[in-house]
């Protein structure tokens, strides 16, 4: 279908440890955007990858495009209490966006 | 810029009345859309409108109408509500050069 996979589904590390979220698709992706949603909350906007093998930083947060443009990643170092939510990949479409199923992250402290 | 406001926050409703959730933005966006949110399942698509005066059907419009009644504000009519309804809806808005989409703070809403 039009959704991108996305695993892990959940994941509890303690805080300090790092984590990791991947995204996948069957198809060459143009573009794949990030997505955090606090519990309760709505998802925000974090960041848009558009070139193959692109990686960019946003202070303990880094993303990844693959080579083939068909998968993605979001690396947390060291965690903290305040990176708890879930995050989400989204593959554009013509005029839309599909969400990965998205990766719920537990810091314990 | 209040961004993109949603009303009502809560909604209870019985099986086979109606409403509408309302939508605007302030960011003169083109593009907006309606998603629902159900736990496992991620934000699906319900319907969007890429410009003022157009709507076109997401991945689940069953059950679902929509209105883009100006270029700020995009409603979503449940016309018949069904306990499979139960969700939470998100509106969002998206930036024309950027892509980036801009979420409101959703409705929460109960069909029983």
């Known amino acids: 279908g039009q959704q991108v996979m996305q695993i892990p589904q959940y994941q509890h590390v303690q805080e300090g440890e790092d984590f990791t979220t991947y995204c996948n698709s069957s198809t060459t992706l143009s573009n794949i955007q990030w997505y955090k949603q606090r519990p309760g909350g709505h998802p925000v906007f974090l960041i848009q990858l558009v070139k193959s093998g692109e990686v960019k930083k946003q202070k303990r947060l880094t993303f990844q495009f693959g080579e083939a443009k068909k998968n993605s990643s979001l690396h947390i170092t060291a965690t903290q209490t305040t990176d708890v939510g879930t995050y989400f990949c989204a593959k554009t479409g013509a005029n839309n966006l599909f969400f990965g199923t998205g990766t719920r992250l537990t810091v314990i402290p | 810029n209040a961004g993109v406001t949603q009303t009502p926050k809560f909604q209870v409703l019985k099986t086979g009345q109606s409403m509408t959730l309302q939508c605007a933005q302030d960011m003169n966006h083109n593009s907006m859309y309606w998603y629902r949110q159900d736990p496992g399942m991620g934000l699906r698509l319900i319907y969007y409108?890429?410009?003022?005066?157009?709507?076109d059907k997401g991945e689940v419009p069953n059950g679902y109408n929509v209105s883009r009644l100006n270029k700020r504000e995009f409603s979503l009519r449940l016309e018949s509500a069904a306990p499979s309804q139960t969700s939470v809806y998100f509106c969002?808005?998206?930036?024309?050069?950027?892509?980036?989409?801009?979420f409101g703070p959703g409705t929460r809403l109960t069909v029983t």
């Open positions: 969002a808005s998206r930036r024309d050069s950027t892509y980036e989409q801009y």
């Open positions: 409108s890429a410009s003022e005066g157009t709507t």
